[in-house]
């Protein structure tokens, strides 16, 4: 590059950056580019800025909140006139409006949006479709590509019109292969591990992991669980994600009781080490009820886990139900429950449906393949805008 382009990505938390996105800045930090990152503070500002990566702390609330949007749209504005970024780049709704938008005000040459996942599906009733249809066509009328992470995601977009079909590209998504790797976690590993979490050894462990709301179908999983319970005495409901005390559809870890099983639940809460995790699990779940493309369907897949995830959008991508994994509807705890007794009981089955998925996501989710593409789209931008 003849200059040193300058970059901003703009999200809500920290949390997005730590484990989304921070692959992907420190990636662009070495292809030389001058990475910066817009985010509401939090605990990993010293890490991120470690990497040689600028942050900037404007609060973005992730409710609709008119005043205090218009106070982060005039805060962005002003930093994005002041950095004279070459190009800003933003992710999920909420940021991705308010970045926009002032990307655009303050004349931010290229302007990006990453849809990690639509806010609505089929399932949404036709006021929230409606509300957030009009949202993302305000937003792409601001960008110069939008880059998707899913394909079903991307037809969606073109039908209902919300931004040109030509200005939509595929992004995908991916996880470092190599530090979710099975081969890494011998045996003596696993043992070692779940002594110092203070597992039975001799218990089956169903794990999941996902921020502690309702969306995320935990109270299905509890009510299926309860019956994986009468079925298998010895085991364990791992959980791994942080509370979400500021969401409506919050709960509190203590609701395990109203089910009957809080001795056979562990939440391990907000974790680092989320990679020698997934090794202990002898069947992984995600219950979600919406998602965009789930990383941690794809985490599992690369660690070679016996997987089943609700058949929505995103999931369905990533797992072909009965090869790679199983699928079971949305909130149907009866047919979460058979898939889980499913998997334990036929243990070969499980695994060659791992040993599948394993290998679909080193052919289709390799993070690298992600970046890939978006260093091509940002070579084609600079190239015709700047």
Sequence with gaps: MPKKIKICHVVSADITVKFLLFSQLKFLKRQGYEVSVVYSGGRWK?????????????KITRRITPFYDLVSLFFLFLYFKKEKFDIVHTHTPKPGLLGQLAGKIAGVPIIINTIHG????????????????????????????????????????????????????????????????????????????????KINPDFKVVGTVGRLVKEKGYLELFFAFKNVFKKFPKSLLLIIGPEEPKKKDKFSPSVVKEFGIEKNVMFLGERTDIEELYPLMDV???????????????????????????????????????????????????????????????????????????????????EQLVFDRIEKEYKELISRKL
């Design 284 to 366: 992984f779940v995600l219950a979600s009820h919406r998602e965009g493309f789930p990383r941690t369907v794809i985490e599992a897949m690369a660690e070679e886990r016996p997987i089943i995830a609700t058949n929505i959008r995103g999931c369905r991508e990533a797992i072909k139900n009965n090869q790679s994994g199983i699928l079971v509807p949305e909130k149907n705890p009866d047919k979460l429950a058979e898939a889980i007794i499913f998997m334990l009981e036929n243990p070969d089955k499980a695994k060659e449906m791992a040993k599948n998925a394993r290998k679909k996501a080193e052919s289709q989710f390799d």
């Design 46 to 58: 010293k890490e991120i800025e470690a990497e040689g990566i600028k942050t900037k702390d404007i």
């Design 118 to 197: 639509l806010y609505f599906n089929e399932n949404s009733s036709p006021l929230k479709r409606k509300f957030y249809i009009f949202i993302e066509k305000i937003a792409g009328w601001c960008s110069d590509s939008i880059l998707s992470q899913s394909e079903e995601d991307i037809l969606t977009i073109v039908n209902e019109k919300i931004a040109q079909p030509l200005k939509v590209k595929y992004r995908g998504n991916g996880v470092n292969i190599e530090k979710f790797n099975p081969e890494k976690f011998s045996e003596n590993f696993i043992s070692r591990k779940k002594q110092e979490l």
